[in-house]
Structures are given as C-alpha cells and as structure tokens.
C-alpha cells in the first residue's frame, strides 16, 4: 500500500474539514465495509454449513458491527495513528468506536485497492478469531446470555456480576468480575459497564467449559 493511499484511509472528516476540505477516508470506509461483509460472509457460509441462515445472518451483524471492529482497531493501536480534528481531539475521539471502526473499514477499502488477494487474507486474520468466538456462544451470541444457560445445564447457581469504576469522567474504566457458586470465574475491562460484563461472562463462559469438560 503507498503511502499516499495509507494517508487517506487514516484521514478523518474531521481533519479535512479544518484543513481546507483536502479528502477523507469516508470513500475508503464505503469500500471496506463491503469487503468485510462479503469476506466474512463467505468464510461463515464454508465454515458453517450445519448452520441455518438465521443464526447466520446474526453471527455475521455481530462480528461486523462497530463494536466488534473498533475493538479489533484497539488491538492495533490505530486510533493513534488516525488524523483528526481538534475538537474531535479534544473529545477522546481517538477512541470513540465510530471513528475507529470507519478506521478500520478504511484501511480495508485501501488494503482492497492495493492488492485484493491480500486483503482476504488480511481481513480473515483479524476476523477469523471473532467467527469462532461468536460460534461458540451458542445461537444467542451474547456471553451474558451463553454464560447463564452453561450455568443452568451444568447445575451452578446464577451468574452474579460485581462492578467497580475508576478514572475521571471522561475517560472511565469498568472492572466487572463474574462470580459462580460464590467463587469468581472471570473478570473483564472496558470504558463501559455492559461491556466489562461481557468481557468477564466470556472469560468464565470458557473457563466453565474446560472446567466441566
């Protein structure tokens, strides 16, 4: 990928906008969003084929949504590297999850460009993980949710959540840990409470799994 072509896709509207109006990366987003969905669509349909169009279809929203790239944009540090405007600046807005999953879609349009073959192979690498991730919890692709019917069919008690917080305001930190019959089985961090719980209800989903296995 040149460097030109890198530039754009990590350019945001917002930085445009204070520079003269120069090009964002929201063409490269468009772009990218489709890529993903056919890539990951494609892998879902050969991998899955016990699987009914249904859970899918469900498997395929949650694996593309904007929570699921912009953590996947998190891993990668890319919200340091995208370009954006003051104000966004001010407001975190490095690692607001609009901005980072347009990133990432971005990237992808751009990585399309470039070299289609490798942009498959790109976009499996990232998302492969997730697909198996999401197929494992079940048809309610939700670990809150897979993690109560593990506890139910094995004869454990209800999953209880406890939830501290930590920082100032405006950069806020949740720590959930999940407890099973009383003991703690999974703990997870996140910038908001439903997703430190379902960070931590993943972690004792497995960690229940292997030890009931």
Request: contains cysteine; aromatic residues 6%; glycine residues 8%.
């Amino acid at each position: 990928m040149d460097a030109q072509l890198l530039e754009l896709a990590l350019t945001h509207r917002s930085w445009a906008y204070e520079n003269g109006g120069v090009p964002h990366n929201e063409r490269l987003e468009f772009l990218g969003d489709a890529v993903l969905g056919v890539v990951v669509t494609d892998h879902l349909y050969r991998s899955y084929p016990d699987f009914p169009e249904g859970r899918l279809a469900k498997m395929r929203a949650a694996i593309v949504s904007s929570h699921s790239l912009a953590e996947v944009a998190r891993s990668l540090a890319i919200g340091s590297m995208v370009k954006l405007g003051q104000g966004e600046i001010n407001t975190r807005g490095s690692d607001k999850t609009s901005i980072l999953a347009d990133a990432l879609e971005a990237l992808i349009g751009a990585a399309w460009i470039t070299d289609q073959a490798a942009a498959t192979k790109l976009v499996q690498h990232l998302f492969v993980p997730l697909i198996q991730e999401a197929a494992l919890m079940g048809p309610s692709l939700d670990w809150k949710t897979s993690l109560q019917e593990a506890c139910a069919a094995g004869g454990h008690g209800v999953p209880v959540y406890e939830v501290t917080q930590s920082g100032p305001e405006h950069d806020r930190r949740f720590q959930a840990v999940v407890l099973i019959d009383d003991a703690p089985l999974g703990n997870g961090i996140s910038t908001t409470k439903r997703g430190a719980e379902m960070i931590a209800a993943g972690a004792a989903f497995k960690a229940l799994a292997a030890r009931d296995a």
